[in-house]
RNA sequence: GUGGGUGUAGCUCAACGGUUAGAGCACUGGGUUGUGGCCCCAGAGGCUGUGGGUUCGAGUCCCAUCACUCACCCCA
């Protein structure tokens, strides 16, 4: 019988791995909530359109890389590729802009988009995503990437560097698209192809091309930095006086462009070298006109998204994972013995103690060598002498030092010596 | 979606077109009738990614396909 592999592109995150996405998740929703986010769950599948509207018709993840179906009814869906969409749907729906407790969010979870899967790319992947809604103050701007920035340094993120731009508004966009074009066109022939297509398609997105030729070409391009209007230049001067402010440092990008058409103003992403063809670890910014696009109220917004394989790549370069192991490992002789430490292995577990034995009946050598390779602190010992005394032998695997002692002792014992860590991993 | 590289045991890797596809680590048992790490012995584990083809003979050569990987495209 052929065996099922998972969809290409879709990974399982096992035992040993999974350590660290308990880490991220953790300290995220921590970070995140400190800065007044709350999370929010929306549903893996909406109707197409949400993200046709809202990411724009002509990007790249809406054009191509969807994972989009027609279900029973013939209703059009599709997977999310990205969440901010998904957030402002449920934020009009449920009118949050009338929550006075909060207008910030965040969500983890997963993406999904129909590309190429290579390192650091695949094709469903997850998101730390957050979005603040109601304010275009730069106070805001400023603060999301600082704690961006917070959220990475205590995750023991190293190597990272945060660029900034700004993007102006629709109207400043729009006379420099067309300032730009007529520089593409004036030396059309020296571009690349891919450039040519963008120039007509997406004018902005030359500045992304990887082409050398077309790099030295577009040193002497006009900037749209250079040419924003007086409020979105002063919006962003002040963007940069709060980071400064925050001690956050970044360098401004004036060629940063981000794939989806909804920013506007601050645009955002922390890049690193060290993830092959990948060099954007997240990225995000202001998308002021986007609520109002998706039905809801004339509010701004701001928010980024981090991806979570990517973080993850980057903080395992040369660490192992700690991987979770019991505390106590219960080693019985012969099938009375076994009987009995069964239910006193569900009895620690049941106190907070984890605690593994031997369901197979072997030999105590093969069960002492288990508790090792499990790296327990200790071994509870009981054989049929133990039995009929009522006690049970209770190894300490580091000291070696091992008592025989009455079984109420010996929990009382491992309650001591547990329980207090037990109760801080789980209420910390 | 396009192009290159790679698929052999759970993991890391050997095997000139030629017996029964091997090693280390990990796993199981034993060396000690009831005591871990080191050591020694033994065992188990494979449709050589899958499907075709060439050949007397294919892990090895060819084609397809799937997966991984790198680059392009793009992004998290």
Known sequence: MESIQAVRGMNDILPGQIEWWQKVERLAREVLENFGYREIRTPVVEKLELFSRGIGESTDIVEKEMYAFADRKGERLALRPEATASVVRAYIQHNLQADPITQKFFCLGPMFRHERPQKGRYRQFHQIDAEAFGSDDPMLDAEIMYMLRILLERLGLTGVVLHINSLGCPECRKTYRNVLREYLLKQADAFCPDCLRRRDLNPLRVFDCKVERCQSLLEAAPMLLDSICSDCAAHFDKVKIYLDGLQTSHVI???MVRGLDYYT??????????????NAVGGGGRYNGLVRDLGGPDLPGIGFAVGMERLILLLQQGQEAQRRMPKVFLAALGDSARHKGFFLTQ??????????????GRSLKSQMRRADRLNVGHVLIMGEDELAAGRIQLRDMNSKEQFLVPVEKAIEMLKE??????RQDFFP
């Open 265 to 278: 103003r601050t645009a955002f992403e922390v890049v690193t070298d060290q993830l092959g063809a990948q």
């Open 417 to 422: 010596s547990y329980l207090k860590t037990i």
């Open 253 to 255: 990008n004036p060629r």
């Open 347 to 360: 009895e620690l577990r049941t106190l907070g103690i984890e605690t593994e034995m031997d369901y197979e």
